[in-house]
């Protein structure tokens, strides 16, 4: 018996969209939904209070670098990882799997783990699922991940069955090594590009029986189309019953793509990232703030928008803050950006209430230029 | 008449310590107050609620900064600084004098006024009285102050007779070119750190009227005792119903020092410099959070602070969050430190109001140390 539980509240008639809520031992939250992701024990430039207001009901935690610093054994000594940061509502971590092989260097993979150098400073350290879900329920997140292999792209096919096989060997290690009550283990569903491995690994993983799967290695540079198409393939072997989490996901169009294949959960560092490059989203489409357009421009970010920035600051003030280096620049396009995604998730929640999704997603795309706005 | 008016509540018997309130357009002010600095129309890393969380009255912006960017015609534009930067309470804005004598390149200064180079790209700039004057009036505080010229420490004593008389040339000619109803001007007291000069040029700023004076070219590297000599002797030469503002002055031994002097206004950019560099003010003295004894300590930076850091994060996170460079460590510290100077000020008003002001200072330095406590 899992700790979380889901309920499947609706789902859609004219695509594979769902609505749902998922209970964890820190509150509930509404899916699909986006999490903001919370790196290093913090969201960067936000506080927890300002993720509350931007309507965050959930948010990640980087096992590989909150490992490295400042330690899972002091969060744990620190209370937990809900103590340490200072934020009550639910946490999911993920595995270090995607960190181990796109950030550390000299990754020696074996069928017991993953042998890595650290990004920072060179030093050696060995990851096995038994050691991850020790540092994983040492953080002490409601949901933690199985340790996984991301597979790159473009990868061969012979290669990528081997690994995907090696991660549903890894997913079993992870659940008998998994012991914590309060916490629960989601599976993660790999196979790179080949319909038939992604069969493989989600069957495989579903007779595991986890309480919830996450998709990895989709977004890693194939094209979206094709990110599209494993996705549509992957969600319906999934049972429908239980949580389903795109992992490092985040445009806006990605988001309402995925919500239609199926997924409930996402997260991603692009709108926090590029925030701090003072980039904003907008119902029309992007807007790079430091633009000289935008100097005499006295109007908000997007007059659609009912965020705190919006309220209360022009494009004009925000150059200058963005031309001058003031922190309260990331402050404010941070809090836009995540606001804009937790409104545009409410927003397709409530489409697929209302079985307009997608005509939503028609409506979205008419105004929403992937482009700046001219 | 001026469109502040200050009432002053109470002078102390034991000291020149005054207790006073200052009605500004933009709402009163309880003085002595400590007046956190906008360099860049913003208070770097912290919002307006935040300001008015820790308990600011009033806020500074520097006139050459706002000058050079984003130019006071912009602010003007955007409805004045209030609105630029969303504050509505109180604002002083400098003279650009100090910054003009300190961060400038090949200074010119003739009788006319100041031909400087930005210190950000070279380009040429002329300051005069009525430049300044127009600047300010653009930018639109509550409070200007007059072009005055800062000299530096140590100086001999006829360029500082020059100079000085200068300045009160300079603020006759201020006084001329302001004509702004809602905004206030006051006027700066040179002199170095000669006696007579800081008399002479009290006496003659005293009768050119101002409704408030600045006590300007102290804290610019003369030893603290220098400081406050020439303090106790220039605060009785001014008139005790109207305010004295300490430029640049913001630790907490000299704010305490400075209103058993007389004084009732400082600003200074320590508290928010130091905090960025991760040293915080407590009630026993400065801690360097970086430090690595501070890994493992779950208490808070101050066990008497109230304050939201204080309230929610440990030492531990903290340490963490600068360790990592995180911008959520930036934004703590400086709420701490600015919420510790205005909770200091608050207790000073409190001492002053109860006669124990002297009695306050010896309690609190028989706390406070001013290397890290070990």
Not at 134 to 161: H, K, N, Q, S, W
Not at 191 to 199: A, M, N, Q, T
Not at 256 to 276: H, N, Y
Request: glycine residues 8%; contains cysteine; proline residues 5%.
């Amino acid at each position: 018996m899992s700790v979380i539980t889901f309920e499947l509240l609706k789902e859609s008639k004219d695509s594979l969209a769902r609505l749902g809520k998922l209970y964890t031992p820190h509150g509930a939250v509404e899916t699909p939904i986006f999490m903001p992701v919370g790196t290093q024990a913090t969201v960067k430039a936000m506080s927890p209070e300002e993720l509350v207001e931007v309507g965050s009901q959930i948010i990640l935690g980087n096992t590989y670098h909150l490992y490295l610093r400042p330690g899972h054994e002091l969060i744990e000594r620190a209370g937990g990882l809900h103590t340490f940061m200072n934020w009550s509502g639910p946490i999911l971590t993920d595995s270090g799997g995607f960190q181990v092989f796109s950030l550390s260097d000299l990754r020696k993979i074996s069928e017991e783990g993953v042998e890595f150098r650290s990004h920072l400073d060179g030093s050696k350290h060995f990851f096995t699922p038994e050691k991850v879900m020790e540092i994983e329920m040492a953080l002490g997140a409601d949901i933690a991940m199985a340790f996984d292999e991301c597979v790159a792209y473009p990868m061969e096919y012979e290669y990528t069955r081997q690994s995907t096989a090696r991660t549903t060997r890894w997913a079993e290690r992870c659940l008998k090594a998994h012991q914590k009550k309060d916490q629960t283990l989601f599976g993660i569903v790999q196979g790179g590009i080949f319909k038939d491995l992604r069969e493989i690994s989600a069957r495989n993983l579903v007779s595991l029986n986890f309480p919830g799967y996450g998709i990895g290695g989709l977004s890693v540079g194939e094209p979206k189309s094709l990110m599209y198409e494993i996705l549509e393939m992957t969600t319906p072997l999934l049972p429908a019953h239980k949580p389903r989490y795109l992992m490092g996901v985040g445009s806006p169009d990605c988001l309402i793509e995925g919500v239609i294949r199926g997924v409930d959960m996402f997260d991603c560092v692009l709108p926090t990232r590029i925030a701090r490059n003072g980039t904003v989203f907008t119902w029309e489409g992007k807007v790079v703030i430091r633009n000289a357009r935008y100097k005499n421009d006295f109007s908000p970010l997007d007059p659609r928008c009912n965020c705190y920035t919006c309220r209360n600051y022009s494009r004009a003030y925000l150059r200058h803050l963005f031309n001058v280096g003031e922190i309260l620049g990331l402050r404010l396009t941070t809090y836009h950006n995540l606001f804009f995604l937790l409104q545009l998730m409410q927003e397709i929640r409530k489409a697929i209430a209302a079985d307009s999704l997608l005509e939503f997603r028609e409506e979205f795309f008419s105004r929403y230029l992937e482009k700046e706005k001219e």
